[in-house]
DNA sequence: AGTTAAGCTTGTGGTGGTCGACTTC
DNA sequence: TGAAGTCGACCACCACAAGCTTAAC
């Protein structure tokens, strides 16, 4: 962990002073909003995200985020891993570029779309090590974050109680390739059925935290798994019904390292199957497969997630990625849908014009 | 000859009320 | 099936921006 800087004290207390409280989910009014949805213009807990979005496959395509730990009104798309914390642009450019250039390590935040199970969002939001079973039975205790060898073995351990140290593995782990949400065009479903291949989402955001709400978060997630039995794979589900709820570290062991997004369900051989570049930006739509008769099946995107290679083929570096992508999210930020006039006087003109039938008609001179 | 500013030319896109096709209930 | 709601197309004019030309230094 970087040492703060002198100055983050105060910028920090500046910003507490005026900071804006968390407000409450917009669809039901009584949880507190973690999440922003930029199509739907709301803020909503992770109970009515998944509500609101698996009514059909249109809203399902919605990209949700975080939402801003400093403004909590705006998506956040900057995670600050010196303060665990995830920013909007505006307030990563306030207490970043103002106050704190370049001290801070940060980078770009993915968000997800579609309807991941609790497993698939721990993933997303970098508590992929806690496992399942910490969320249905664990404490009030966060968690979260953190990851490689030394990680896995502390989460064995973990069951409701912190990880002991676990900020210290904060460190970002920049996406290899820019979003594939951002270059897999959302076409109408097709005949085939097939999802896009943002359903469910790639694990983004790993090794990232999920800002400074991870109680909060890891709490609604923990209701969630309760309403979400099916999620889990077999051997949770005989824990469950057996009733024992002794920990088998061999057994977390094997769901760290082989999180549930990389199993094919049902079957308990992990999916090594690497998906291509172009496959992945939708020259294919479905993942084929061999099953246990030799015979080809294809999965649905929705049932298989493929294992991306870290280190895609790309020429950018990791700066130029980054870069682009902060552009693109900025670009992407400002951009407006409602009606905007550019030129006062041709509006004041259009309004004066002679219309037939409310088409502008030729002025016969 | 090179640079800069002003003037000119030309093509393009923005503007709003209404209608009709389409979707939803 | 019909009512209600939504949304895009349509129209003519001209402000605007970009490119070009000319003059001044």
């Known amino acids: 962990m970087t040492a703060p800087h002198p100055n983050s004290a105060n910028s920090a207390s500046h910003r ?19 999440l922003y949805c930029r199509a739907d213009s709301a803020k909503l807990c992770f109970a009515c995200d998944r509500e609101v979005h698996s009514t059909n496959q249109l809203f399902s395509k ?68 806690i496992g399942k079973k910490a969320l249905l039975y664990g404490g009030d205790g966060g968690g979260g974050g953190g990851g490689g060898e ?54 983004k955001n790993r090794k990232a935290a999920c800002g400074r709400h991870r109680e909060e978060i890891l709490s609604q997630l923990r209701e969630l798994a309760k309403s979400e039995p099916l999620d889990l794979d077999n051997e949770q589900q005989q824990y469950l019904q057996s009733g024992n709820m ?69 020429e950018l570096t990791s700066q130029e990625r980054d870069s682009a992508l902060l552009r693109y999210k900025q670009k992407k930020k400002t951009r407006r849908y409602e009606k905007h006039i550019r030129y006062e006087s041709r509006k004041v003109r259009a309004q004066s014009r002679i219309r037939v039938k409310g088409r502008f008609a030729k002025i016969e001179h």
């Not at 097709?190 to 359903?199: D, I, L, T, Y």
Request: with cysteine.
């Open 246 to 314: 002794s920990t088998d570290p061999e057994h977390d062991f094997k769901t760290d390292i082989f999180p549930p997004y990389e199993w094919q369900r049902g079957s308990n051989e992990p999916m090594n199957q690497v998906v291509p570049l172009n496959t992945l930006l939708g020259e294919e739509a479905a993942v084929e497969h061999p099953t246990s008769e030799g015979k080809p099946s294809v999965s649905l995107k929705s049932e298989t997630v493929s294992v991306v290679p870290k280190a895609a083929p790309c």
């Open 16 to 34: 507490q002073q005026d900071k804006p409280s968390p407000s409450p989910c917009d669809y039901c009014n009584s949880s507190r909003s973690v």
């Open 62 to 129: 919605h990209t949700r985020t975080l939402l801003c730990d400093s403004c909590y009104d705006s998506p956040a798309s900057i995670l600050c891993s010196t303060e665990s914390s995830v920013l909007c642009h505006n307030c990563d450019w306030e207490s970043h570029n103002l106050s704190l250039p370049t001290l801070h390590e940060r980078g770009p935040l993915e968000g997800f779309t579609a309807c991941p199970s609790v497993s698939e969002l721990l993933t997303i939001l970098g508590f992929e090590d």
């Open 150 to 203: 030394k990680d896995s073995a502390a989460a064995v351990d973990f069951m409701g109680s912190e990880i002991e140290g676990f900020s210290d593995f904060f460190v970002w782990d920049a996406p290899s390739v820019v979003s594939l949400d951002d270059l897999i065009s959302s076409s109408a479903a097709p005949s085939h059925n097939f999802q896009a291949m943002e359903v469910p989402p790639l694990p």
